[in-house]
């Protein structure tokens, strides 16, 4: 049991954006550092959207789901970005974050979703299409930080989405280390 334990993998499938997009990102991160709050600015290398995440799961379904994810049948598609807003927990500024749309991101949720059911994956009840930009511990105006947050403008930048990943996240001192699985092109079927 304990070694069965021990080669479990946090894993998740996600799409990974552009340079230009990861540029907003941090400009984005830069006014919101203006701000005092207690809390960290996710990693850019660490942006992404998670589509599903699965926990943690044994080497065996990790190549089953490997496996059903090759059968999702898709063209690339465009996506933007669309606001910025916040989580919150228990009226708490929790998560800092910015919404993708395009209607190709819920479809491509939405494929995931049902080929992982198959092998007995709940589907998402709800998905939101968003990248964790911060994540706040304590900040002592919170109705100030909610009209700062709001009050920052995106760029408008429209951006291709050509594939999707399974990845796994190991978890370090310094923040979560995330390692690309497996790629999946868009549009090569």
């Known amino acids: 049991m304990v070694e069965e334990e021990k080669n479990l993998h946090r894993s998740f499938v996600a799409v990974d954006f552009p340079d230009e997009v990861i ?14 709050f207690t809390g960290k600015m996710t990693e850019l290398e660490n942006i992404h959207v998670t589509l599903k995440f699965l926990g943690e799961i044994g ?16 063209t690339e598609f465009e996506a933007r970005l ?15 974050w910015i919404k993708v749309g395009g209607k190709g991101i819920f479809e491509l949720q939405k494929k995931v979703d049902d ?14 299409s968003h990248m964790t930009i911060a994540r706040v511990k304590y900040v002592k105006d919170k109705k100030g930080f909610g009209e700062y947050v ?17 990845k796994t996240s190991g978890l370090r001192d310094i923040g979560p280390l995330y390692s690309d699985l ?3 092109r868009l549009g090569q079927f």
Do not use: C, T, W
Not at 59 to 74: G, T
Not at 150 to 165: E, H, Q
């Open 23 to 36: 540029k907003e990102v941090a400009r984005v991160q830069e006014v919101l550092g203006n701000l005092k």
């Open 59 to 74: 080497l065996d379904k990790l190549k089953e789901v490997s496996r059903r994810l090759k059968e999702i049948k898709m």
């Open 82 to 96: 669309e606001k910025i807003g916040i989580f919150h927990f228990k009226r708490d500024p929790r998560i800092v």
């Open 115 to 128: 080929v992982l059911e198959e092998i007995r994956f709940k589907k998402e009840e709800r998905f939101m």
């Open 150 to 166: 709001k009050g920052i403008k995106l760029k408008d930048i429209r951006f291709k989405i050509d594939r999707f990943k399974l």
């Open 182 to 184: 497996k790629v999946y």
